[in-house]
């Protein structure tokens, strides 16, 4: 029996560390709105890209770390990925033939569920948002998806990551 022999995992925890180190970077408050969620399309691309290398695991730990990056109640970014991971997970090889648009609006519905999630999680404890701006970044994170896709796409073919 052969084993395959799995290259590029420094390329997505890299991936995954540029992607908290961006969103941890201060924004003007009016931006800050609007900055598109990089941790969960990047555990949405490694999830169809690598479904044997990223999953449910990666999205709790990404998830955690977010929570720590940003301060959050401890768990409720883990418990989100960890839910999109699975979904994701479940459908990659519906989502991956796509063309781009609709890729798009399969990871804007994804994001919505991560972020429906945090809202329940936030609505418990007491500090729900007040304004419909917090589904800003789904929205933003839709229009980033094409290109991130293709970003990743060739850094994945570049680092020839399997």
């Not at 890299?14 to 992607?19: C, E, G, M, Q």
């Not at 800050?32 to 990666?58: D, H, K, Q, S």
Request: glycine share 6%; aromatic share 12%; with cysteine.
């Amino acid at each position: 029996m052969t084993f395959a022999r799995h290259s590029g995992g420094i390329i997505i925890l890299v991936s995954f560390v540029i992607a908290l180190m961006v969103m941890m970077m201060p924004l003007p408050g009016s931006l800050a709105l609007f900055r598109p969620e990089f941790v969960t399309m990047l555990l949405i691309y490694w999830c169809m890209a690598l479904p044997n290398r990223v999953g449910v695991g990666v999205g709790w730990i990404a998830g955690l770390m977010l929570d720590v990056v940003q301060g959050a109640l401890l768990g409720q970014h883990a418990f989100a990925l960890a839910v999109v991971a699975w979904v994701t997970l479940k459908l990659y090889q519906r989502i991956r033939v796509y063309p781009a648009w609709q890729q798009a609006l399969a990871v804007l519905l994804l994001i919505v569920l991560s972020q429906m999630i945090i809202l329940w999680v936030q609505g418990i404890i007491g500090r729900s948002p007040k304004t419909w701006m917090y589904w800003l970044p789904s929205i933003t994170s839709m229009l980033l998806w094409p290109w991130l896709y293709l970003l990743m796409h060739n850094i994945r073919r570049a680092y020839k990551v399997s």
